[in-house]
C-alpha cells in the first residue's frame, strides 16, 4: 500500500515536471508568448509592490495648482487629471485594484469549474442532470443585466462581494469545458483499469483523472483570466464596479464618456485602455501557448 | 419535426417560469416602490399607506407574482415612475433601434467571417491563414468595450467619419433624409462589433470547412472527376454551412446581450442604453421589464437553435 502510494506520487511528479518542461520548450519556441509571460510577471508584480509604497491619501489627494496636466510636466510622467492626482499614481492604484478582483474571480470560477466538472462527468445520472439544468438555467438569463442589478441593490459592497457576484455567472464555462474534458477522459483504460483494482472514486478523480487535464487546467485558467479583467473593467466603465475612491481600470476608462476629456485630454483614458488591452493580449498569446502544449501531450498519451 | 418542435417549445415554459419568478424576487428585493418617487415631503402618510394597498403592493407574494404575470399577459409591463410613461411604449422605440444596429452588425459579422474563414480554410497553413486564426483569437478575447471607444475616438472624433452620439441628426427631414441619417449613425458602432466578434463563426466554419475535406462524399465527388471548385463550392462549403447556420438563433440573441455596452459606448439609444439609464435613476420597473425581454428572448433564440439543428442534422432528431 505504502509502496503504491509512493509510485503514485512519483509518477504525479513525474508529470508535473514533464508538463513544465514541455511548457518551456513551447515558450522558448514562441517569442510572443514569452514576452507576454514576462509582461504579466513584471505588471502583476510591480502593481501589488508598487502600490505598498504608494500613500494612501495619494487618491484623495487633490493639488488644485497641478491639474489637466499634460504627460511630462511638472515631473507627471503620464500627467494629472482633474485634480491633480497623478496619472501614473492613478493607473498603478487602478490596475492593483482590477487584478485584486479579476485575479480571485479567476481563481473562485476555476476551482468551481474543475471540482463540479469534474464530478458531474464522473458520476453522470442525477447529479450531472441537475447541475446541466442549473448551467442551462444560468445560461439564458441575461447575466450582466442581473449582474449590474444584484449591484444596485447589494448597496454596501466590499472587493468580496464584487467577487462573489460576478463569479456567481461565471463559473459555467469552466464547469461545461471541464465536463466536457472528463466526459471523454473516463472511458480511458486506466480509469477502468484503476476502478477495477479498487481505486476509491474520488482518488481516481483526483489523482489520476485530474493530472492528466492539468495542462488544460493552466492554459484555460490564463483565458478565464483574460476574460474576467474585461468583465469587471467593463463592469466598472459603466459603474456598478468599486466605489470611486477604490478606482479600477474601467473607472479611468469611463473618463472618456465625457466628449471632451476624450479628445482633449487623452492621457487620462488612454494609459488604463492600452494596459486593459495589454493585459488581455498577453494572457490570450499565453493561454494559446498552454493550449498548443496540451495538445501536444494529449495526443502523445 | 412537428413533435420535436412541440417537445422543445414545451421545456422553454419551466425555464420560462423559473426567469419570471428570478425577476420578480428581484424586484422585490429592489428599494422602493411605484410610489416611492411620486410625493413630495407634503403627501399625507396614510394616502400613501391607501394607494399602496389599493394597488396591491400589501397582498402576499405569490398574490402579486400572478398578478404581474397576467399583467404582462395583457401586454401592461407597469408604468415608469421616473420618466411617468407606461413601459411598454418607452421599450417599443429602443428595441426597433436596437434591432436595426443588431441586424447591420449581425449581417457585417457574416460578411467579414465567412470569407476570411475560407480563405483561410483553402490555404490551411499559409501566412494568410496563420494570420486570420490569430486574429480572431486575439479579437474575441480582448474586452470590446476597450474596442468601442478606440473606435469611436478614432473615426468618430478624431477622424470625424461619423457622427459620436444619437441615432438620427436633428436637421433630418422627409422620409429620405432621416432614412440616411439613421443608416450614418448606425455605421460605426456596427462595424465596431462586426470587426471585433467575428471569432465564434470563423471558428467554426474554419473547422468544419477543415473536416468536411476530408468526408466520403468529397472523397466520391473528386472520384467523379468534379472540378476542384465545384467540390468545393457545392459540397465542402454548402455542408460546411450548416453548423454555422445552427448557431444563428444563439448570434441574434448576442445582439441584444451586447448591447448593454455597445450602446452606452456609442450614446446610440437603444434598449441597452435604456437598461443603463435606468439603473441609474433607479426605474426598476423599466429595468425588469427589459430584463424580462431579452431573457425571454435569450430563451427564444437557443429553442430556434436546436429546432435548426435537428432540421438540418437529422441524428439529433433520433436522439
Known sequence: ?301 | MWKLILRRFLIMIPQLILMTILLFALAKMMPGDPFTGRFSAHTDIHTLLRLRREAGLDDPWPTQYFRWINNIFHGNLGNSFVLQKPVATLLGQRIQNTVWLGLLSLGLVYTIGIPTAVASATHEGSFRDRFWTTYNSITGGIPAFVIYIFMLFLFGFTLNWFPTTGSVSIDANGFWPVLGSRFYHLILPALSVALFSTVSLFNTLRTSLLDARSADYVRTARAKGVSNKRVFWRHIFRNSMLPVASTFGFDLVGIFSGAVILETVFGYPGMGRLFVQSITTRDYTTMNAIMLFSGTLTLIGSMLNDIIMSWVDPRIRIK
Not at chain 1, 51 to 79: C, E, K, Q, Y
Open chain 1, 1 to 301: 500500500m505504502a509502496k503504491a502510494k509512493k509510485i503514485e506520487q512519483s509518477e504525479s511528479q513525474a508529470h508535473a515536471h514533464s508538463f513544465l518542461k514541455a511548457a518551456v520548450r513551447e515558450f522558448k519556441r514562441d517569442k510572443i508568448a514569452m514576452i507576454s509571460f514576462f509582461f504579466l510577471v513584471i505588471v502583476v508584480f510591480g502593481v501589488f509592490i508598487g502600490s505598498m509604497f504608494i500613500p494612501r491619501d495619494a487618491f484623495s489627494n487633490v493639488d488644485i495648482m497641478d491639474t489637466n496636466l499634460a504627460p511630462f510636466t511638472n515631473g507627471h510622467i503620464l500627467g494629472t487629471d482633474d485634480g491633480g492626482r497623478d496619472e501614473f499614481l492613478l493607473v498603478v492604484i487602478a490596475a492593483r485594484n482590477s487584478l485584486s478582483i479579476s485575479i480571485p474571480v479567476t481563481i473562485v470560477i476555476m476551482a468551481v469549474g474543475i471540482f463540479l466538472g469534474l464530478m458531474s462527468a464522473y458520476y453522470g445520472g442525477f447529479f450531472d442532470w441537475i447541475w446541466m439544468r442549473i448551467t442551462d438555467y444560468l445560461s439564458i438569463v441575461p447575466t450582466l443585466m442581473i449582474l449590474l442589478t444584484l449591484l444596485t441593490i447589494i448597496n454596501n459592497y466590499s472587493i468580496w462581494t464584487l467577487v462573489w457576484v460576478i463569479s456567481l455567472f461565471s463559473w459555467i464555462g469552466s464547469m461545461r469545458f471541464f465536463r466536457a474534458l472528463t466526459f471523454a477522459e473516463r472511458e480511458n483504460d486506466y480509469v477502468k483499469a484503476s476502478k477495477l483494482s479498487g481505486s476509491s472514486s474520488l482518488a481516481i478523480m483526483w489523482k489520476q483523472i485530474f493530472p492528466n487535464l492539468s495542462s488544460q487546467f493552466y492554459a484555460q485558467t490564463a483565458l478565464a483570466f483574460a476574460g474576467n479583467i474585461g468583465l469587471e473593467t467593463g463592469i466598472s466603465y459603466l459603474g456598478y464596479g468599486l466605489p470611486y475612491t477604490t478606482p479600477s481600470l474601467g473607472t479611468l476608462v469611463n473618463k472618456a464618456t465625457d466628449p471632451e476629456v476624450m479628445t482633449q485630454s487623452p492621457w487620462m483614458w488612454l494609459p488604463a485602455s492600452f494596459l486593459i488591452l495589454a493585459l488581455s493580449v498577453s494572457l490570450i498569446f499565453i493561454g494559446q501557448a498552454l493550449r498548443r502544449v496540451a495538445d501536444q501531450r494529449q495526443s502523445l498519451a
